[in-house]
T-cell receptor, first 117, second 111 residues
Framework: AQKVTQAQTEISVVEKEDVTLDCVYE???????LFWYKQPPSGELVFLIR??????QNEISGRYSWNFQKSTSSFNFTITASQVVDSAVYFC??????????????FGTGTLLAVQP | DTAVSQTPKYLVTQMGNDKSIKCEQN?????MYWYKQDSKKFLKIMFS???????INETVPNRFSPKSPDKAHLNLHINSLELGDSAVYFC??????????FGPGTRLTVL
């Protein structure tokens, strides 16, 4: 069965600190996709990144970076020099396919990040 | 331009009533979904539709009936609303090559 674990329920940091959100997944599929979504206080779900199981290259996008390690089944998300606007719930998700009707996202329970000014 | 839109944004109703939530996407995607987010923020898929055909039905009570009149629309009708149906309902869409993009959510409160 597929499962996503986000062990950190809440994290509080002070602005400009770096913070890493952990994500550990379980799947028997050899092909799968990993995602991060952001849910700010306004409530919408914002897509941040997707990764397929064949691409372990780390990715950086501005202050955001992602570390995918198949050996530990982890897909961690780091925010560098955090800002108050980063305050949100962050969800890690897993699917067996990228698109199509069978592409159901299995979500972790989310990590609430609070960035204090 | 809104990619995935839902109406209404808020819905407050009495137990036992029937209500509908509408979803539309203008991304040209052929697959649409409904997810439920409970009070603890846990997100779980309910349904998926591909080209108007039901593909995923995740053991959702049959009081919930999705309807897809065309590829761009997926509505959710709920009969005999119960207190436990209170949640935020998210619509999403994707193609075979894109991730899922979500609508703004509909907060349903059953009194």
């Amino acid at each position: 069965a597929q499962k996503v674990t986000q062990a950190q329920t809440e994290i509080s940091v002070v602005e400009k600190e770096d913070v890493t959100l952990d994500c550990v997944y379980e799947t028997r599929d050899t092909t799968y996709y990993l995602f991060w979504y952001k849910q700010p206080p306004s409530g919408e779900l914002v897509f941040l990144i997707r990764r397929n199981s064949f691409d372990e290259q780390n990715e950086i996008s501005g202050r955001y970076s992602w570390n995918f390690q198949k050996s530990t089944s982890s897909f961690n998300f780091t925010i560098t020099a955090s800002q108050v606007v980063d305050s949100a719930v962050y969800f890690c998700a897993l699917s067996e396919a990228l698109g199509g009707a069978t592409n159901k996202l299995i979500f972790g329970t989310g990590t609430l990040l609070a960035v204090q000014p | 331009d809104t990619a995935v839109s839902q109406t209404p944004k808020y819905l407050v109703t009495q137990m036992g009533n029937d209500k509908s939530i509408k979803c539309e996407q203008n991304l040209g995607h052929d697959t649409m979904y409904w997810y439920k987010q409970d009070s603890k923020k846990f997100l779980k898929i309910m349904f998926s539709y591909n080209n108007k055909e039901l593909i995923i039905n995740e053991t959702v009570p049959n009081r919930f009936s999705p309807k897809s009149p065309d590829k761009a629309h997926l509505n959710l009708h709920i009969n005999s609303l119960e207190l436990g149906d209170s949640a935020v309902y998210f619509c999403a869409s994707s193609s075979t090559t894109s991730p899922q993009f979500f609508g703004p959510g509909t907060r349903l409160t059953v009194l």
